[in-house]
């Protein structure tokens, strides 16, 4: 069962995320943005049973920094 997820951006992409995910048992892992990944839609089911992601955005990126809480908002 999930636990926390927060965006993970690239360094080199910063425009570019993956999700780290904590499970209840306290297990990471990386999950790809990459809609045909099983975790990646266990993570959008988690996100529609009102899940919230930590968006923590580096400044100057298309999500613009600053600590944002993004529950999927339909996307």
Same mark, same amino acid.
């Given at each position: 069962?999930?636990?926390? #997820?927060?965006?993970? %951006?690239?360094? =080199?992409?910063?425009?570019? &995320?993956? &999700?780290? #995910? +904590?499970?209840?048992? !306290?297990? +990471?892992?990386? #999950?790809?943005? *990459?809609?045909?990944?099983? /975790? %990646?839609?266990? +993570?959008?089911?988690? +996100?529609? $049973?009102? !899940?919230?992601? =930590? /968006?923590? $955005?580096?400044? !100057?990126?298309?999500? *613009?920094? @600053?600590? #944002?809480? /993004?529950?999927?908002? @339909?996307?």
């Amino acid at each position: 069962m999930i636990n926390t #997820v927060e965006k993970n %951006y690239s360094i =080199i992409n910063p425009n570019s &995320f993956n &999700f780290k #995910v +904590i499970n209840e048992n !306290g297990t +990471i892992m990386f #999950v790809p943005n *990459d809609e045909a990944n099983t /975790d %990646y839609q266990a +993570i959008q089911e988690w +996100i529609a $049973a009102g !899940g919230i992601v =930590i /968006d923590n $955005a580096p400044s !100057g990126t298309e999500a *613009d920094g @600053g600590t #944002v809480i /993004d529950n999927g908002g @339909g996307e």
